[in-house]
């Protein structure tokens, strides 16, 4: 009787704190695994650009006419909406 406390306060820990984390990193996935050639991202860096090559591990990003950087998947914090990089 003294740990129910303890089990209820671990249980609503799970529900508020957990499973949203794990949700978020599930949908993060699976935004990494989709992106594709002509994608406009925006990296964890602020650095927003259009995809030209994307490999397994590494993408090459355009960020300037003719400038490009290579960054790992993981750098990429979301997709960006189609004509974003032309409003800036």
């Given amino acids: 009787m ?4 303890m089990i209820g306060i671990f249980i ?3 529900f508020l704190m957990v499973r949203p ?3 978020k990193m599930k949908e993060h996935k699976a935004m990494l695994d989709a992106l594709q050639k ?11 650009g259009r995809i ?4 397994d591990e590494y993408l090459t990003v355009e960020i300037s006419n003719g400038v490009e950087i290579v960054v790992q998947r993981a750098a990429v914090a979301s997709k960006l ?3 974003t990089l032309k409003s800036l």
């Fill in 81 to 83: 909406e189609k004509g």
């Fill in 2 to 5: 003294q740990f129910l406390p």
């Fill in 21 to 23: 984390q794990q949700k």
């Fill in 52 to 55: 030209t090559k994307a490999g």
């Fill in 38 to 48: 002509g994608e406009e991202v925006l990296t964890q860096g602020g650095i927003a």
């Fill in 12 to 14: 609503l820990f799970w």
